[in-house]
């Protein structure tokens, strides 16, 4: 599976939007890409997944470029709860296989 | 609410020691992936089964072990513990194939006495 890079950490102010990079630039043409958050010591919590084209769903909208080498995770109004630590993840259609987390993105919501 | 049930929640046990958790996975997913996550390793795929066949190994241990019943419910097996084998594992269902994501459950942690 291809490898991500993420900032280790961003903060973002209550209410506005926060926006989280993702660069994986070796990502093969059957490979999804995958948000995962996880709060505290809690089970990671799926967010949004996309191939190719920008996906959005109640949580949060996910911009893949062209040449599907970035992506970025858009919480459009963050609150306190959505603090935790955000994982971007590549991996194959298949649906087999673990997943690979890195050490993700710790975004603070500041009040 | 993921749909994913784990127990026991926390689990307090001695070296030398054999544990057992337990996995139920939503309702409809074949596929079960068991996670390892310590505070050195970060989280680490360990095992996955499909429809009760074993379909990919990671970095588990030869002291562990799991399987997965014809319910689809799945159990991993730790023995021989050692301190350093104190960590959340998490189990993950997914339905498998055409890219549907993992869903968590929320753990058990395990305490190496």
């Known amino acids: 599976d291809a490898k991500t890079t993420q900032p280790p950490s961003m903060d973002c102010a209550e209410g506005r939007a926060a926006n989280l990079p993702c660069n994986h630039s070796t990502i093969s043409g059957n490979e999804y890409v995958y948000w995962y958050r996880q709060i505290h010591s809690q089970g990671p919590q799926y967010i949004i997944h996309g191939l190719k084209n920008n996906e959005t769903n109640e949580m949060a909208s996910l911009i893949i470029t062209e040449d599907r080498k970035s992506s970025t995770l858009i919480l459009p109004h963050a609150t306190l709860r959505d603090t935790a630590v955000y994982y971007c993840i590549v991996n194959n259609a298949r649906g087999a296989d673990g997943l690979t987390f890195g050490k993700g993105t710790h975004l603070i919501i500041q009040p | 609410d993921s749909g994913v049930t784990q127990t026991p929640k926390h689990l307090i046990t001695a070296t030398g020691q054999r544990v057992t958790l337990r996995c139920s996975p939503r309702?409809?997913?074949?596929?079960v992936y068991w996670y390892q996550q310590s505070l050195d390793q970060g989280l680490q795929f360990l095992i996955q089964y499909y429809n009760g066949e074993e379909r990919a190994k990671g970095n588990i241990l030869e002291r562990f072990s799991a399987q997965q019943f014809p319910d689809l419910h799945s159990e991993l097996n730790l023995s021989s513990l050692e301190l350093g084998d104190s960590a959340l594992y998490f189990c993950?269902?997914?339905?498998?194939?055409?890219?549907?994501?993992?869903?968590f459950g929320d753990g058990t942690r395990l305490s190496i006495l």
């Open positions: 993950a269902s997914s339905v498998s194939g055409d890219g549907q994501p993992q869903h």
């Open positions: 309702s409809g997913d074949l596929s």
